[in-house]
């Protein structure tokens, strides 16, 4: 058997759910969104001299064939698997077929699952080599360049020794200084740009991508998973971001850039001296990003709209000031009502993002969150079905604060898997569907996405493709078809 090469790292994304589910997924249908997270270790790997492929299953779900020929061809040393919660299994069933074909490669996961469970992912299944415990670059170049050797010094790891017992080698000290990354290897992803779709009536042109400028969040809500960044928060500068949206745009065609960070306007500074870039040079590029009430104002907004600024969105979570209290800081509804206010006024679209289900949600408080959503000019939201994840505070005493059904594979905010004390799974889906239902029925909310054929023709293309689908959400509130 030949030997396998060193100088090779294979980073997978796996799907998460059966391949036949796939064409009936909604959120697939919806969103698919690069798994920049690999693209960016990637990019690290490349520059120390390594040779990395990607594989993303949720872009290219019937990728089994395609994973086999890149073992057979490249035969690489390392294979790193990222999961979320949700696609853990589908990770550890990638990982089998990896060792099949290649006995003697090291396995190493990564992720938001993988580092808030840290050993409990090797004593899971012995498939897997290594758990790398934080932000990836740096322990994946470390466990690329050991070359089958044991990872004794390698930190922000645990793995499993020869022994069979299992080690951890603690958190990695100091942080990485994000403008001396490289920008992650996009053209590493089969089909990129065309092949990942933001969510429809939420960008005005295509083609579009996601973009992260910065690393962790300085709060701490109950729901939110600490686990990789844990209290850190890091930016890029404004010359690094505007010179990375200079290149998504030069090399890809990039017309607009969804900004996929926790808190986009957390550094102020930072924000104006790039929307002052985007002005004086511009690129022809629109862009979204998320922010708190409390780190926007009218002065910066206005900036930001002159400088492309699309769509806003804020984390709303829940209309019941009470119940948010007990999750997050600063639960200030009439902050938050102001500033969405202020938003749709400098003519930025807005999206509000919710939760249903939190622990002490009840149906009261479930009906003062329509009542203060549909109170608010809001153009699009989502809600979400509150998902306890490991590695968020609220996990550690979840048990206490209802009925828990810990099923990996549907911990993805789209079923409810926790029921909180008082409440009925049954009764919580059809509030969810009555929810979804009322917001689509109100005029000025018909109207907007009517105007949509002109803001954003290609949402409708996609949507008039993919119509019998969220038909089919709507009235079954289903993910997986008849799942």
Not at 5 to 15: A, E, I, Q, R
Not at 82 to 94: E, K, M, P, Q
Not at 163 to 172: A, E, F, T
Not at 362 to 379: A, G, K, N, T
Request: proline share 5%; charged share 25%; hydrophobic share 40%.
């Amino acid at each position: 058997m030949a030997t396998l090469n060193d100088k090779n790292v294979l980073l997978l994304h796996p799907l998460g759910y059966q391949v036949e589910a796939a064409a009936r997924d909604i959120s697939r249908k919806a969103n698919i969104m690069p798994p920049l997270g690999l693209a960016g270790i990637a990019a690290y790997l490349e520059r120390a001299g390594f040779g990395c492929h990607i594989l993303d299953c949720y872009a290219h779900p019937d990728a089994d064939g395609r994973l086999r020929e890149l073992l057979r061809e490249q035969r690489p040393a390392l294979l790193g698997i990222s999961c979320t919660t949700a696609s853990f299994h589908d990770g550890v069933r990638l990982a089998q077929l990896a060792k099949s074909e290649l006995p003697e490669i090291r396995v190493a996961f990564g992720g938001p699952h993988v580092s808030a469970l840290k050993q409990q992912i090797l004593e899971f299944s012995p498939l897997i080599d290594c758990a790398v415990i934080g932000e990836g670059e740096e322990t994946m170049l470390e466990l690329a360049q050991l070359a089958g050797l044991e990872p004794v010094e390698v930190s922000g790891l645990v793995w499993r020794a020869g022994d069979g017992s299992l080690v951890d080698n603690g958190y990695r000290s100091g942080s990485l200084v994000l403008d001396e990354l490289p920008f992650p290897s996009y053209e590493k992803l089969a089909g990129y740009p065309d092949a990942y779709k933001l969510p429809i009536f939420n960008y005005p042109k295509a083609p579009n991508s996601s973009c992260i400028s910065s690393r962790g969040c300085p709060y701490s809500c109950s729901y939110c998973d600490r686990s990789v960044f844990r209290r850190t928060f890091r930016y890029n500068s404004a010359d690094y971001l505007y010179e990375h949206l200079h290149y998504l745009h030069e090399r890809f065609g990039i017309r607009h850039i969804n900004f996929y960070d926790d808190q986009f306007t957390f550094h102020r500074g930072r924000v104006e001296e790039f929307c002052r870039q985007m002005i004086d040079r511009p690129l022809g590029m629109t862009f979204n990003c998320a922010v708190r009430a409390e780190h926007v104002d009218r002065e910066l907004l206005q900036l930001m709209k002159t400088a492309g600024c699309w769509m806003v969105s804020l984390g709303i979570e829940s209309g019941d000031e009470q119940l948010l209290a007990q999750h997050r800081q600063n639960a200030d509804l009439d902050l938050l009502a102001e500033t969405i206010r202020t938003i749709k006024s400098c003519g930025i679209r807005t999206k509000g993002l919710l939760m249903m289900g939190l622990p002490g949600e009840s149906e009261v408080s479930i009906r003062r969150s329509m009542e203060y959503v549909f109170s608010l000019p809001i153009d699009d939201f989502n809600l979400a079905k509150f998902t306890p994840f490991p590695g968020s505070p609220i996990y550690e005493k979840i048990h206490q604060l209802g009925s828990f059904e810990e099923d990996w594979r549907k911990m993805d905010c789209m079923h409810f898997q926790f029921v909180p004390h008082g409440m009925e799974k049954e009764r919580l889906e059809k509030l969810f569907i009555e929810f979804y239902k009322n917001h689509f029925r109100r005029n000025r909310v018909l109207f907007g996405y009517l105007s949509m054929l002109w803001k954003s023709p290609d949402s409708w293309l996609r949507f008039a493709g993919s119509a019998g689908h969220f038909l089919r959400f709507a009235l079954s509130n289903k993910r997986y078809g008849s799942s």
